[in-house]
Structures are given as structure tokens and as C-alpha cells.
């Protein structure tokens, strides 16, 4: 069974670069078809795509967030990591990182990290 559980810091500062990890267990993010992606939750609003992944490396992101965004994978650690520059409290919110078989599927959900940008 594929798990995944999101790490990094809760509370980031604005102007920085907030960074999170993903680990896989259970499975390999190099499982060829597959994506990884970083979804997230502002307070009181819907989920967000951010960005994904692929088993070949390549990468895809939010037109909205392309500019600060980065997705990079480690395959000897099996984790995949996510780097958002530039924050500002509106990008408080709960982070996942998912997987799934295709670009906007995601079969597979870490349990949720909260990232508070403070002023």
C-alpha cells in the first residue's frame, strides 16, 4: 500500500521560501506513468493544485504559481520535495502531497501539513 507523509517547517516568515518534503513508502515515485503532486488548502477556501512530478522527471506547475514554484525529487530517498519562494500570508494553508496514474489523479494522499506564513 503507497503511503506518503509530508515534512517540513509549520511556521515560515514572509519573503522566504517555504519547503516541503514528501516521502513514499509502499511504492516508487519512479513507477513509470506516475505523478506527484503538491495540492494545498487555504483556510476556508478549496483544494489547489500546485504542481506535479512525473516518473520521468518532468515537471508541471499552476500557470498562477509557475514563477515561484519548484518540484525536484531525490529517487535514492524515494521522496519528492517542493519549494514555493517568495511567501506571503496568503500562502497559509494546508499542504498535501498526492499520487496517482495520471497528471490530475491522485489515488494517494499524505495526511496534511500546516504552513503558516507569518507577517
Known amino acids: 500500500q503507497v503511503q506518503l507523509q509530508e515534512s517540513g517547517p509549520g511556521l515560515v516568515k514572509t519573503s522566504q521560501t517555504l519547503t516541503l518534503t514528501c516521502t513514499v513508502s509502499?511504492?516508487?515515485?519512479?513507477?513509470?506513468?506516475?505523478?506527484w503532486s503538491w495540492i494545498r488548502q487555504p483556510p476556508g477556501k478549496g483544494l489547489e493544485w500546485m504542481g506535479a512530478?512525473?516518473?520521468?522527471?518532468?515537471?508541471y506547475y499552476s500557470p498562477s504559481l509557475e514563477n515561484r514554484t519548484s518540484i525536484s525529487r531525490d529517487t535514492s530517498k524515494n521522496q519528492f520535495t517542493l519549494q514555493l519562494s517568495s511567501v506571503t500570508p496568503e500562502d497559509t494553508a494546508v499542504h498535501y502531497c498526492?499520487?496517482?496514474?495520471?497528471?490530475?489523479?491522485?489515488?494517494?494522499w499524505g495526511q496534511g501539513t500546516q504552513v503558516t506564513v507569518s507577517s
Open positions: 498526492t499520487g496517482g496514474p495520471r497528471l490530475h489523479q491522485y489515488d494517494y
Open positions: 509502499g511504492g516508487s515515485i519512479t513507477t513509470s506513468g506516475y505523478y
Open positions: 512530478i512525473a516518473s520521468s522527471a518532468s515537471t
